[in-house]
């Protein structure tokens, strides 16, 4: 094989599954080559808590038996991915960043969105760091080690998927899946420059995932490109019974509709998003809605109420799913998440009453908005990654705590539901920072549609990085 014909561990999905369905590269070969990556350049990252060579080989070698007998191979074929540590893998302990399901025993099944990626080729290399328990903004795991920055490994890759945040950014894998509760997908998009997806709240179901705040939690995806966004996006749709979240709604490709003409109504978020975003973030916003024409700036009352709403609800539901944790493994507890957790289980019921109404009335008033607009506009994060570890970020001149602080932007907009892509825009700057294309609710195909209008503008485009740095 010429070094032209090697898989090249930076093609996109897409290019990967038609190399593996011509016959011009074999699955075996990119998975060789996406273990080879992984060895020489996840200790600079710590992306990776899980490698999971046999499988991986096994999966491969039986895509290309598929070929070798003609068939004709699924739209991933040979494509490899990894997934935030939550996610059931059969065989595997679903450790959820935690030491204290260690014990556990191990997965009979994979998660319906792994099985999902399987039948359609893709081939699962491994587990991703994360905040314990999915609590937290920056991956400074103490039991794994912090996931670092792609673009500059003494950053943060964001959380709580800052290990699939990383492996993307940082060329290890071209897909990975994560969960998004307050931020968790869009803050390592951000942070490491790639594109992000949190569909609406029920879109893809949760089955076989570890919770967090069931009202709250999303699953979703990262990739390099938009279309391959939108392929394993596609792979992935369908009711599933198993979450009863989950929304008995047909699927809506979205690949084959990213090409899709007419003008799209695009409004600018004022007020609470403009207020909390640094010079960087406000770049960011101006240049994306230059590239799609949005001139009008849109003010929707009660973002910092619906994020207040959004911080109760989540120490709430969080600290009651882990009250027996709390009790009888508090030591062995990741030491940044069980102080919130514990105090998140003695909210009076009366406060987590009126922060839902809070958050119904914010979502009355934001979907309102969509009357008027196709896409609402604003900042993913309010400052690129700061530096590890995280005690404190400084935005417009304030110092603040780093973790409560990070996702300011992010979780207004998660605990309504909302759909959002994260978009990589280039602002010139050392380290990247995103944007939230936010759509009205089942819209995911509208955000999708933005956001390739940005990547072939230019002005928004995941960030080549061949050779992490040590």
């Known amino acids: 094989m010429s070094d032209a014909d090697r898989p090249d561990p930076f093609a996109s999905a897409r290019d990967i599954a038609a190399a593996v369905a011509s016959g011009r590269w074999t699955a075996s070969a990119v998975i060789e080559t996406t273990l080879a990556r992984i060895e020489a350049h996840d200790r600079a990252l710590n992306a990776f808590t899980l490698v999971t060579t046999a499988r991986a080989r096994a999966a491969a070698a039986m895509i290309d038996a598929r070929r070798k007998a003609g068939e004709k191979l699924p739209p991933l074929a040979g494509v490899p991915y990894a997934v935030k540590n939550l996610f059931d893998l059969a065989g595997e302990v679903t450790l959820a960043g935690s030491h204290v399901l260690a014990g556990e025993p191990p997965a009979d099944r994979d998660a319906v969105l792994v099985e999902r990626m399987d039948a359609a080729g893709a081939i699962c290399v491994g587990a991703l760091n994360m905040d314990e328990f999915a609590y937290g903004f920056t991956t400074e795991n103490s039991h794994a080690g912090p996931s670092r920055n792609p673009h500059s490994p003494a950053h943060s890759a964001g959380g709580s998927s800052g290990g699939c945040g990383a492996a993307v950014g940082g060329g290890l894998v071209p897909i990975s899946l994560g969960s998004d509760t307050n931020g968790s997908i869009r803050v390592p998009s951000s942070f490491c420059g790639i594109w992000g997806l949190k569909p609406t709240y029920g879109r893809l179901p949760r089955t076989g995932s570890y919770p967090f705040v069931y009202s709250l939690d999303h699953l979703g995806l990262f990739a390099r490109t938009v279309e391959d966004l939108a392929l394993a996006y596609d792979a992935m749709q369908g009711h599933d019974a198993g979450d009863l979240a989950c929304a008995e709604r047909p699927a809506e490709p979205a690949l084959a509709r990213l090409a899709e003409g007419g003008a799209l109504r695009v409004g600018v978020l004022g007020g609470w998003f403009a207020d909390q975003a640094g010079e ?74 009126r922060a839902q109404r809070v958050r119904a009335q914010w979502r009355l008033r934001m979907l309102q908005a969509f009357e008027r607009f196709d896409l609402l506009l604003a900042p993913a994060t309010p400052i690129p990654a700061p530096r590890l570890p995280c005690e404190t970020v400084v935005i417009n001149g304030r110092t603040l705590p780093a973790r409560p602080n990070i996702g300011l932007l992010t979780q207004p907009i998660s605990c309504i539901g909302l759909p959002v892509v994260a978009a990589p825009v280039e602002t010139g700057d050392t380290l990247p920072l995103g944007v939230q294309l936010i759509a009205a609710p089942w819209a995911e195909v509208t955000a999708l549609r933005a956001a390739r209008k940005l990547e072939q503008a230019g002005i928004a485009l995941a960030r080549a990085v061949p050779e992490p740095a040590e």
């Open 280 to 353: 960087q973030a406000r770049r960011a916003v101006a240049l994306a809605a230059g590239a799609l024409g949005a001139t009008e700036t849109v003010v929707v009352p009660g973002a910092e109420a619906g994020r207040a709403a959004a911080f109760l609800i989540t120490a709430s539901e969080g600290g009651e799913l882990h009250r027996l944790h709390l009790r009888e493994r508090y030591d062995d507890m990741e030491p940044l998440s069980r102080d919130r957790l514990a105090a998140g289980a003695l909210l009076p019921a009366a406060w987590v009453q």
